[in-house]
């Protein structure tokens, strides 16, 4: 949800209101729930991880999940770290 563009034109307003700190949806009602109501209401069909996700994750900018998510910045960086630790990354 970092990024609303990205979203069906009928729910971006909603997703809007939930990205301003993604890190904050908590997990008794994670993101993929969160998107099942609103696809539900808005679009009449559930929210399919499996199809929607991965069709979202294709056009997602990672810099702009980055720059939403704290926690993601962190997980990328450390990886980058082990990756350069290992000879496996040369950026």
Not at 24 to 30: C, E
Not at 31 to 47: F, V
């Amino acid at each position: 949800m970092s990024d609303p563009e990205i979203f069906h034109p009928d729910i971006r307003p909603r997703i809007r209101a939930l990205s301003t700190n993604p890190e904050a949806i908590n997990s008794g009602h994670p993101p993929a729930r969160r998107l099942d109501s609103i696809y539900e209401s808005t679009l009449k069909r559930g929210y399919k991880k499996t199809v929607d996700g991965r069709n979202l994750f294709g056009v997602l900018n990672p810099d702009r999940a980055v720059e939403k998510c704290p926690y993601l910045r962190s997980l990328l960086g450390t990886m980058l770290t082990m990756a350069h630790s290992k000879g496996i990354a040369t950026v």
